[in-house]
């Protein structure tokens, strides 16, 4: 939701006010004989009455006078992003208006009060603000879509969707649903998601291109994988959302186990100019779960130069390096791995202690013993893999004729074991 946009729709739409016409019959004396218009007749003091009822009535047209150039002075500033300007002529609106005898004007200076608030990010003002709107007029639409910004902005989701919905109620404008469904997407709540989205598609008559394609996307996020690639399926030809489906089918056939499947879909994918992130990382899980290493690890050489899973990547890569034997060039992914640092500003990730264990596996493979022991040993001070860790270490102590060290580590993994 663009405020800017809703100052621009709802603040700038001034409230035309006119002066209170001055009715005749309370300013003019009916015509009277002659002889009847007499001092006695008409006391002093009921003659002092109709003037200063005359006088009260001048007193409104110049109060609403001001109202409106202080109206108008306000939306200029605010349209001209003088927000302190603004503020200054409302607070003059203020002082000629009142909720008793004009709520909706009174109601309409609170809105707009509001809406600077929201853009100077005073966020609880805004709310004080828009909550004496509602008092004042319980219909406010607009109102209620400004609370759905605040409440959003301050990561209050359910506040923001029972106001969306309220103003949807109001206002009914149906195609609000849509923001409703992406609200409860982000809590979690995706079968509230599909609801609200259902809902959008009946305001919009149905014709909705793109329907569908979203069933497809919630029925994935809810786990009914099955059920998601049939909607996705209906997608396969779609010159828009082709490359999109089978993007998602690969996800949803990869996590179902079919790993030939979605190596499928994911060549589909690329085969219709799919670029999307986590093509090449989530393809090379798939040729590495059916063991093909030399494909595994073209997709996650790729993906290490163009995704953003680089460590993970880079240490799949180094196992499938590794499982063709080709054992110096998986220690030198794995020790790339270790050694990368972070960049500047970002907090240090710690590193994934099986890039040393497989390293150690790779040195003793080499013979490079004294490597594998200090690896090993990370592992064992990290507490990772200790049955095994204790026990490979105790395999090189062998190769290196440390028998005393082999036997200690060999008790240490039966002990660990259980």
């Avoid at 007193?59 to 409106?68: C, G, I, M, P, T």
């Avoid at 005393?404 to 074991?417: G, I, K, P, R, W």
Wanted: aromatic residues 8%.
């Amino acid at each position: 939701m663009n405020l800017k946009k809703l100052i621009a729709a709802g603040l700038t739409a001034g409230m035309l006010l006119t002066a209170a016409p001055v009715l005749a019959e309370e300013v003019t004396v009916e015509e009277a004989p002659a002889e009847e218009v007499t001092v006695e007749e008409a006391p002093a003091e009921e003659v002092a009455v109709e003037e200063a009822s005359g006088e009260e009535q001048a007193a409104v047209v110049v109060d609403a006078q001001k109202l409106d150039a202080s109206y108008t002075l306000a939306l200029n500033a605010i349209n001209a992003e003088d927000y302190d300007t603004a503020k200054e002529y409302l607070n003059v609106c203020f002082a000629y208006c009142d909720p008793v005898s004009n709520p909706m004007m009174y109601a309409d200076l609170l809105l707009k009060r509001a809406c600077i608030d929201v853009i100077e990010e005073k966020n609880d003002m805004a709310l004080l603000q828009l909550d004496a709107a509602i008092r004042v007029q319980p219909d406010l639409a607009d109102a209620y879509l400004v609370r759905t910004q605040v409440y959003a902005a301050l990561g209050n989701v359910d506040a923001a969707i029972e106001n969306l919905e309220k103003y949807i109620e109001l206002s009914q404008d149906t195609s609000l649903y849509e923001t409703v469904a992406q609200l409860n997407e982000a809590k979690g709540d995706i079968e509230a998601a599909e609801a609200a989205y259902a809902k959008y598609v009946e305001g919009a008559g149905g014709e909705v291109e793109e329907a569908g394609f979203q069933s497809g996307l919630y029925k994935m996020q809810a786990g009914q994988l099955e059920q998601a690639i049939e909607a996705f399926e209906v997608y396969a030809e779609d010159e828009t959302y082709g490359a999109g489906a089978a993007y998602n089918i690969g996800i949803c056939k990869m996590n179902l186990g079919d790993y030939a499947g979605a190596v499928e879909a994911f060549n589909t994918c690329s085969d219709k100019g799919g670029a999307f992130e986590g093509l090449y990382y989530n393809r090379g899980v798939c040729h590495l779960m059916n063991a093909e290493w030399e494909t595994a690890a073209a997709d996650f050489t790729k993906s290490v130069e163009s995704e953003p899973y680089v460590d993970d990547a880079r240490y799949n890569l180094a196992i499938c390096q590794m499982q063709q034997e080709d054992y110096e060039t998986a220690v030198a992914t794995f020790t790339t791995l270790i050694d990368a640092q972070p960049a500047e500003g970002e907090e240090a990730v710690p590193v994934n202690d099986g890039a040393y264990y497989y390293r150690a596996v790779c040195n003793a493979a080499l013979g490079n013993l004294d490597a594998a022991v200090a690896d090993y040993t990370v592992c064992i001070d990290h507490g990772y893999e200790l049955a095994q860790s204790y026990y490979q270490r105790a395999q090189v102590y062998a190769a290196q004729g440390d028998t005393e060290a082999q036997n200690a580590d060999l008790q240490a993994s039966l002990s660990v074991a259980g």
